[in-house]
């Protein structure tokens, strides 16, 4: 079964930072303790060596008197009064016909440990051999085996004290290491922060603290500077995207807003069941508009649509909502809305808003009146017979004025 790999977690850079300072410095300490101890051994075998070696020239003096009188006894009780003393774990003495003259060895009370041995034959592989001479005649030869539980004893000390030093040392650098990186890593965890905010969040205010560290600081400033302009042409676009959802969503002449905005709101209104119980639908047709375009201009006509804007702008006020469909049409959708008489008396209402004449700007003034028709909200289910019995309403009325004219 294939796992997804995208949904395992991700190492942090901090985490990730610390795990190859870790390593790298785990790795560097294992070769310097490794080169350290080979150092050591080498320079401890050398170091033995010669001691052994003097320990025999020492004891050629010693065993000088034994052998020119061929006391063996006195030979082999100063061999033992110098193994005791831990110097070594065998001595032989050979008389200078290469026999045997006296003995010693070290008797200890358990085996010696296997790596004892090994190491005291791969320091030692042959005794250290010593002349004994007399009146600058060679009458004898020592020879030493070297002790092995006092070299694997002093041996596993040096690598323990070693040991502990490395591992001090680590500590040490590991320590050093995370305050030395502390910086870096704050630095970087700063600008993936800004970053991952300024991409999920779309916060283009959000900048890069400064750093310590000259790079860094070089880097947050540089990418603040990104971030500057990246602000800049993120508020000039959604000016741009505003200014172009107003004219796209208003009427150019009067400002009110057209008839997609109209339509976006009337389906939004009835798709919600509480707003559709308390809202009302006025469709509104300005009376003998032609007239007025035909005898004084489009100007004029002009000057006269936005006075009604206004008009039922000032009416409507921040509870009903006036809109233009075009032409001389305009729409008003009523908020906060009871019964029907309460309908009626806000067409009456706005029908008192065009009592008084219109200023042509031309310095003429018109009269201007609207013929208005209503639709219930809550007794509609679609858009459409709501908007057809706003206008059959709003025909019927003008119809009447018309025969009310004549």
């Known amino acids: 079964m294939n796992k997804d790999i995208s949904a395992a977690p991700r190492p942090t850079f901090k985490r990730t930072l610390r795990r190859i300072n870790t390593t790298s410095i785990v790795i560097t300490m294992t070769l310097i303790w490794l080169m350290l101890c080979a150092v050591s051994v080498v320079t401890f075998k050398q170091y033995a060596q010669k001691n052994l070696e003097l320990t025999g020239a020492t004891m050629s003096h010693s065993i000088e008197a034994a052998l020119v009188f061929g006391d063996a006894t006195a030979a082999t009780d100063t061999l033992a009064m110098l193994g005791k003393q831990g110097q070594f774990a065998q001595a032989e003495v050979f008389n200078k016909r290469n026999e045997l003259f006296a003995h010693w060895a070290y008797e200890s009370e358990a085996n010696s440990e296997r790596f004892n041995l090994m190491l005291s034959h791969w320091l030692f592989p042959k005794p250290a051999a010593q ?131 109209f339509r976006n709101r009337i389906h939004a209104l009835m798709g919600d069941s509480a707003a559709k119980a308390t809202a009302a639908l006025l469709f509104l047709d300005g009376d003998d508009f032609k007239d007025i375009n035909d005898t004084w201009g489009h100007a ?107």
């Open 131 to 261: 002349p004994v001479i007399h009146n600058g005649e060679t009458i004898g030869q020592i020879r030493l085996t070297a002790r092995d539980s006092l070299i694997g004893h002093f041996i596993w000390n040096s690598l323990a004290v070693l040991t502990s030093c490395i591992l001090l040392a680590t500590a040490a650098a590991m320590l050093i290491s995370r305050h030395l990186h502390a910086d870096v890593v704050n630095a970087l965890q700063n600008i993936a922060d800004v970053a991952h905010d300024v991409r999920t969040n779309r916060n283009f205010s959000r900048r890069v603290p400064d750093e310590r560290i000259e790079e860094f600081h070089h880097f947050a400033q540089d990418f603040n500077s990104l971030l500057n302009e990246m602000e800049q042409w993120q508020t000039s676009l959604q000016a741009k995207n505003d200014q172009l959802l107003k004219t796209a969503m208003h009427d150019p002449l009067t400002g009110l807003p057209n008839r997609a905005a």
């Open 300 to 406: 004029a006509g002009d000057c006269v649509l936005i006075e009604t804007a206004v008009r039922l702008v000032e009416f409507g006020g921040k509870q009903h909502f006036a809109y233009r469909l075009g032409g001389d049409e305009f729409a008003m959708i009523l908020i906060g809305i009871s019964d029907e008489p309460q309908v009626q008396r806000i067409c009456s209402g706005v029908a008192q808003q065009f009592s008084r004449s219109v200023d042509m700007h031309n310095g003429y003034l018109t009269p201007f009146t609207l013929s208005i028709g209503y639709a219930l909200a809550w007794e509609h289910d679609a858009v459409e017979t709501l908007l057809e019995q706003a206008d059959k309403n709003m025909y019927l009325m003008k119809n009447q004025r018309t025969k009310t004219a004549i």
